[in-house]
């Protein structure tokens, strides 16, 4: 059975659904119950005995430079395309960190440690139960939980995917190559990194379905949300 081995953080992103809080804060960084986004994140990852964790940064870049400071392990990969591309550039140039691997965003809450734990069978995404109209992936599974088909178009039943991705080296070989593939040779910029093996190349890779409970993972995506959050978590985080 694979191990985790390390961790690859997205944190580039301009966070527009966040202005004007973001204009001077990149979004991980914004403070959720007196703690940014992202410490909760590695917060979690060091729980889970993930020490060895690449953080992947762009927009107001020098503020996470305090990081591996606070965070033995943590280092930080600069992403010189986050102004122009979509987030297949944050991992494109975190590809060569790809190994036994968990992937997941800076800019949200693990308010359940357990499910970055260390030990996983097959590489696959988190997801909740959904049945009811959502703007988010919905992945629809087999008896076994491998993953048949995804779509986005807001009107389906099934599971919903999170930011949160374990890969084996196998899988992270693979993944490694088509997004060279894509990136450099196609020049196709301007999808997410899950495109790659979700739609681009769906059928190189046998994905599963890591169940976990709705309130397992808190995303924030408006300063209304983010003040409700804050009221009901205050304290939590610390």
């Known amino acids: 059975m694979p191990k985790i081995d390390n961790a690859i953080i997205m944190a580039a992103g301009f966070g527009t659904r966040m202005r004007p809080l973001t204009y001077k804060t990149p979004k991980p960084l914004v403070e959720v119950g007196g703690k940014p986004m992202i410490e909760s994140v590695i917060d979690a990852l060091h729980?889970?005995?993930?020490?060895?964790?690449?953080?992947?940064?762009?927009?107001?870049?020098?503020?996470?430079?305090?990081?591996?400071?606070?965070?033995?392990?943590?280092?930080?990969?600069?992403?010189?395309?986050?102004?122009?591309?979509?987030?297949?550039?944050?991992?494109?140039?975190?590809?060569?960190?790809?190994?036994?691997?968990?992937?997941?965003?800076?800019?949200q809450l693990i308010m359940n440690p357990a499910i970055l734990g260390r030990d996983f069978t097959h590489s696959g995404y988190a997801g909740s139960p959904i049945n009811s109209w959502s703007d988010e992936w919905i992945m629809h599974v087999d008896e076994h939980n491998v993953v048949a088909s995804c779509n986005r178009d807001g009107n389906d039943h099934?599971?919903?995917?999170?930011?949160?991705?374990?890969?084996?080296?196998?899988d992270s070989s693979k993944?490694?190559?088509?997004?060279?593939?894509?990136?450099?040779?196609?020049?196709?910029?301007?999808?997410?990194?899950?495109?790659?093996?979700?739609?681009?190349?769906?059928?190189?890779?046998?994905?599963?379905?890591?169940?976990?409970?709705?309130?397992?993972?808190?995303?924030?995506?408006?300063?209304?949300?983010?003040?409700?959050?804050?009221?009901?978590?205050?304290?939590?985080?610390?």
Not at 66 to 84: C, S
């Open 47 to 107: 729980k889970n005995g993930i020490n060895d964790i690449s953080v992947v940064v762009g927009y107001l870049a020098a503020q996470f430079d305090y990081l591996p400071q606070k965070f033995p392990g943590v280092q930080l990969i600069n992403n010189p395309y986050y102004d122009r591309y979509n987030n297949i550039s944050s991992l494109y140039v975190a590809r060569d960190h790809l190994h036994n691997t968990v992937i997941l965003d800076g800019d």
């Open 158 to 170: 099934g599971w919903r995917l999170y930011s949160l991705s374990k890969w084996t080296a196998a």
């Open 175 to 238: 993944l490694k190559q088509y997004l060279i593939q894509e990136f450099e040779d196609q020049q196709n910029r301007d999808i997410y990194w899950d495109d790659v093996a979700m739609f681009k190349h769906f059928t190189d890779f046998t994905l599963t379905m890591m169940p976990i409970n709705p309130g397992d993972i808190v995303e924030v995506d408006s300063i209304e949300q983010l003040a409700a959050i804050n009221q009901r978590l205050k304290g939590r985080l610390n």
